[in-house]
């Protein structure tokens, strides 16, 4: 499982012209899985980005979690993470979890961050989406499971 988090200071996602998800201050969540994620995995990462301090605490040093700051996360599934480029122009996606494997396992991740008190929104799986945020920092961190 990979996970790239972005700081923001809001951010929404648009299917069809509706937005169908928005937050302010939080994390942008892009999700990859592979086809070897488990919810091991998935409940690996979400404690990870739960317990993270990434917010400035008085002292201006990234001391505060996102819950200590009231954050939200606007989580989107992103196979394309697991695209390799090394060979020719077209990127391969055979590393990348097929949907019948990756969509339960997406929503396991985001329900195991609600579990830990996150309000959480999200995409829609396999749509085409239009994410919008204003990167907080920027502060852009990549996790990794395995």
């Given at each position: 499982?990979?996970?790239?988090?972005?700081?923001?200071?809001?951010?929404?996602?648009?299917?069809?012209?509706?937005?169908?998800?928005?937050?302010?201050?939080?994390?942008?969540?892009?999700?990859?899985?592979?086809?070897?994620?488990?919810?091991?995995?998935?409940?690996?990462?979400?404690?990870?980005?739960?317990?993270?301090?990434?917010?400035?605490?008085?002292?201006?040093?990234?001391?505060?979690?996102?819950?200590?700051?009231?954050?939200?996360?606007?989580?989107?599934?992103?196979?394309?993470?697991?695209?390799?480029?090394?060979?020719g122009r077209?990127?391969?996606?055979?590393?990348?979890?097929?949907?019948?494997?990756?969509?339960?396992?997406?929503?396991?991740?985001?329900?195991?961050?609600?579990?830990?008190?996150?309000?959480v929104e999200?995409?829609?799986?396999?749509?085409?989406?239009?994410?919008?945020?204003?990167?907080?920092?920027?502060?852009t961190l990549?996790?990794?499971?395995?």
């Amino acid at each position: 499982m990979k996970v790239v988090l972005q700081r923001s200071k809001q951010a929404s996602v648009t299917v069809d012209d509706e937005v169908i998800g928005a937050i302010g201050h939080g994390y942008v969540l892009l999700v990859g899985l592979t086809h070897e994620d488990t919810e091991q995995d998935a409940d690996y990462a979400a404690k990870k980005i739960a317990g993270l301090r990434l917010f400035e605490d008085g002292d201006g040093k990234m001391n505060r979690s996102i819950d200590e700051t009231g954050g939200q996360i606007l989580s989107i599934s992103q196979f394309t993470l697991y695209g390799d480029s090394r060979k020719g122009r077209r990127p391969s996606f055979i590393e990348a979890a097929r949907p019948e494997h990756a969509e339960p396992l997406y929503d396991h991740f985001n329900e195991q961050l609600r579990a830990l008190g996150l309000r959480v929104e999200t995409g829609r799986f396999g749509a085409m989406m239009d994410v919008s945020l204003v990167n907080d920092g920027p502060v852009t961190l990549i996790i990794e499971s395995k």
